[in-house]
């Protein structure tokens, strides 16, 4: 099987500072990928990278089988790869419902099935359709940020920490609408400090150590490795 | 004539006046809250319109809607030749920048029309007829109306514009995130170019209605009425555009009741200390957004 995305020895660079040093890894079409690693390991550079808010100084980054590394953010939008930024960052004094058409900016005006789609999944969303999207609380703007990515109907979905200062029982919810996700057929790429969680979840996954990566496996692999559960799992 | 209608007069005196700095206050607000930039350079974008509309009208006979269509087509294109030219080379740089190249852009833009037109004023003749309709005891200018009446129109025509088409609602998503508005698909030159458009259109109209009341072009005529829009929007917040609506009409008022007061030479000052005070007291202003820095 091809690999849907391909990352190829990329170097990221925020000025002098040498951020992501010769990463490669891949994802295959269906699968659930983890990035895990502690703080300022270079997972959420990685996705920016990918997603084109950032370029790497060398390296490739093929997508679908076409390079991407220096393409700009709303064209790669418009191939399937969307990204879920660190923070949400939803669009704090629109609506909900704008929120959500903003999502399908690429597709012209929302269409009404895509829509009824993110309402069945985060009926939630439905109910505060009106409301501004700042007054929600963390985890419906996890929620609404990632029912805006669903809205280009992307093949690949990166989400960078869904689960980053959620209630246990949010993270759950957060944990099993991606599970879910998967089962409807999206790719996803997943960027997690909860390393336990994802891990779980997660077909393969790679460990990132000051923008290198230092191991990787399926999931259940890691889960067992010694290395890992002494620096990410607490045990 | 008893108090009581001469406050009224000097009321609708200021809502003229105000309707034109609420229009011109629009552009400089729309464009704060994109690229965060004071375009001091809009006030003279107002000048290059009214040269416009003298030339279609004094030398081309052409009729005032004419002119007016010409001058806002004039304005909108200049405005996104100065975004393309002066301040999209500067994306990256620091804001003070771009504050910088604004005032050169102004000063620029003064000198090429002091050249091509000279420093005399060009009289507009007059293009509407002024008998005032009697309301009562009340005579209502027709510049005063009209002035009104386009202003709002142009306004209403900007709300729906900014909430209910989808390139509108790119321009409220870039304002508050640009990279997040990024990994939507929105393309952020384009929905800037298109936010200096709009803002230049505006300035194109509050350009002609201006000439309503004042008929003639100078090469500086436009920093003036500039400055008093940029209070207007700082007054009514800057970056948000109810609030820039609000502050000209306030600052239009302001002025005339100031002037029925028999202190007419203070207008000036006082639309300044307006500024002072909001500065001190509420630099966010009635409408603005508490600021805070994005990382």
């Given at each position: 099987m091809a690999a849907m995305l391909k990352v190829n020895d990329i170097h990221v ?6 951020a992501v040093k010769g990463v490669s890894f891949e994802v295959n079409e269906?699968e659930i990928v983890s990035l895990i690693g502690?703080?300022?390991a270079g997972k959420s550079t990685i996705l920016k990278t990918v997603s084109?808010?950032?370029?790497p100084?060398s390296g490739t980054i093929e997508f679908m089988?076409?390079d991407i590394a ?11 790869l969307?990204h ?72 690949l979905i990166m989400m960078d ?26 790719t996803i790429l997943l960027v997690e ?5 994802a891990l779980?979840?997660t077909d393969r996954a790679y460990v990132l150590e000051t923008g290198k990566i230092t191991l990787s496996g399926t999931g259940?692999e890691l ?13 | ?295």
């Open positions: 660079y925020y000025g002098k500072i040498h269906g502690a703080n300022g084109g808010l950032m370029h100084k089988g076409k220096h393409m700009e953010p709303n064209k790669i939008v418009t191939k399937g969307v879920v930024p660190e923070g949400r960052r939803v669009f704090a004094h629109m609506s909900v419902m704008e929120n959500i058409e903003m999502g399908a900016y690429i597709l012209g005006k929302a269409p009404e099935e895509a829509v009824e789609d993110v309402f069945t999944r985060f009926p939630r969303l439905k109910e505060r359709r009106k409301q501004e999207a700042g007054t929600l609380s963390g985890g419906e703007q996890q929620m609404l940020a990632m029912a805006r990515a669903l809205m280009s109907k992307p093949k920490e869904p689960s980053m200062g959620l209630s246990p029982i949010l993270v759950e919810q957060i944990f099993s609408i991606i599970y879910e996700l998967r089962e409807s057929g999206v400090q909860n390393a336990n969680k779980k979840i259940r889960l067992e490795k010694e290395e890992v559960k002494k620096a990410y799992l607490g045990g | 004539m008893s108090v009581f209608t001469t406050i009224i007069k000097q009321l609708i005196n200021g809502l003229q006046s105000g309707s034109i700095y609420a229009l011109v206050a629009l552009g400089y607000s729309m464009v704060y809250g994109i690229i965060m930039l004071l375009n001091f350079a809009h006030g003279d974008v107002i000048m290059v319109g009214a040269y416009i509309a003298w030339m279609m009208m004094a030398r081309f006979a052409a009729n005032p809607i004419i002119a007016l269509i010409a001058a806002v087509i004039g304005c909108t294109v200049l405005g996104v030749l100065i975004e393309k030219a002066a301040y999209k080379p500067l994306r990256q740089s620091p804001r003070i920048s771009l504050l910088i190249t604004a005032i050169g852009v102004s000063y620029f833009l003064e000198n090429v029309a002091q050249l091509v037109f000279g420093a005399n004023a060009h009289v507009i003749p007059t293009f509407i007829d002024d008998t005032p309709i009697q309301l009562g005891q009340i005579a209502i200018p027709t510049t005063a109306l009209i002035t009104v009446i386009v202003a709002g129109i142009s306004m209403v025509a900007l709300n729906v514009l900014v909430k209910k088409t989808r390139m509108g609602k790119a321009m409220r998503a870039v304002s508050e995130d640009a990279g997040a508005a990024q990994l939507m698909g929105i393309n952020i030159n384009n929905t800037i170019s298109f936010t200096f458009a709009v803002g230049s259109a505006l300035a194109g109209i509050g350009s002609v209605l201006y000439c309503c009341a004042y008929p003639k072009a100078t090469p500086t005529m436009g920093s003036m009425l500039g400055l008093k829009a940029f209070v207007a929007a700082v007054l009514g917040g800057i970056g948000s555009i109810p609030g820039a609506m609000a502050g000209g009409f306030a600052i239009g008022i302001a002025e005339a009741l100031v002037s029925s007061a028999g202190l007419s030479e203070w207008k000036d000052g006082v639309v300044f200390a307006i500024l002072i005070v909001v500065l001190l007291v509420k630099p966010t202003g009635l409408m603005g957004r508490p600021m805070t820095e994005k990382v």
